[in-house]
Every structure is written in C-alpha cells, then in structure tokens.
C-alpha cells in the first residue's frame, strides 16, 4: 500500500511539474543574482541572428535512496571554452532536427542512457549564451527507474548527481571569483560534491527551481 501511495504522489506530482512548465516563456522569475556580475542580463535578452541553437535536457529519476535527483556532467578538457565546467547534457542542433530531438540524442550520446521522447514533460524559458554565442533550450523529463549511465569519456571527464533537495536549499548557494583573459569578476555558484554550478547551467537550474517552487 505504501508503494501504491508513493506511485501515486509522485504521478500528482510529475502532472503538477508538467503544469508548471507549460507556463509561457518568461514567467519564471529568476532568482536575483543567478547570473556572473559582468552579464549585464544579456542572457535574459534577445539572441543576435546569428546564434547558435542548441538544446539541452534535464532528466529527474530516484537515487538509491528515493530523493529525485538531476545528472550533471564535467565537461571534458577539450571543450574549448567551457572545458572543465559543470554543464547539463546536451549540444548543438543538426540540420532537420527539432530541439527536443537534439536534447535527447546529446544526452544519450554524452550520458549513455536513453531517454523516451514521452517522458519528456515540458521545457523551461530558453537561456542565451552570450560567452559561446548560443541560445539553449531546456527540456524537463521525468523516469521512474535509476539509469544505467555509460558516458562518452571524449566529452564527459565524470558525472555528478544533484539531489533536488540540495538545489532548493538555500544555504547551497555562495559566490566565487572568476578570472577570464585578465579581467576578475564575481559570480554566484551552487556547490554539488566540492564542485561549483556557475553560469549558464546555473541559471538553467535555478530555473528548473522555480518550477519546482510551483510544484510542491
């Protein structure tokens, strides 16, 4: 009866998320300083004509001991200019492909694990990359079993595991400095297993956040 139950909340709640990004774009606040100081919000602006598409996906799935959890990966050392970072999977679109198509074959490529196109449950603002010159957008899904993982070493150096819990605490998140061909800045991080989630993939994230918010 407790499995029933437990089935039963998280398909209430798996609806309630799937309500909350079918929002329109733009109606998910972010949180005040998600972003590096010398952004200047650009990522909240219109992409120039010439970015590139890309897309990306956050999977939920349970951990061994049932708290949701999203994978993150380090980027490898020869991903150019964000090599060594902590991203979602995913990566440029190819001629023909939706952007929920390429969400998905990037995170099986990087990852290993296929995720079904009807587990995907909606799709987050869409975030502009300004460093790369790339406009993201971010799908949602949802699996109810934990992924055998196999990613491809040539641009996943390790995956990291983030408890959906530990993103919605608060006391997670803490600012660092960031040195970029000799100009220091400032920028806020959330702290998952020693590492630091900046930039793109933690506005992303804190995006995810606030659906979650509209969830509970």
Known sequence: MKSLLKDRRSIAWAKKLRQALSMPSGSFPHLKHSSPNLSYG??????????????NLILLFPDDAGRWTIPLMIRAETEGIHAGEIALPGGRREPGETARETALREFWEETGHRVAEKQVLGELPPTYVWASNHQVR?????????????????EVAGLLFL??????????FGMHQVTRRRVQFSAPHLSVSGQRVWGATLR????LGEALGSAE
Not at 138 to 154: E, G, K, M, Y
Not at 163 to 172: A, D, V
Not at 204 to 207: G, S
């Open 138 to 154: 971010t799908f949602v899904a949802l699996q109810h079993s934990i992924p055998v993982w196999s990613p491809d070493p040539r």
């Open 42 to 55: 650009r990522h909240k602006g219109p992409a120039l004509p010439r970015a590139r598409r890309a897309a």
């Open 163 to 172: 408890p959906l819990s530990h993103l919605m605490n608060p006391g997670n």
């Open 204 to 207: 992303m994230l804190v995006e």
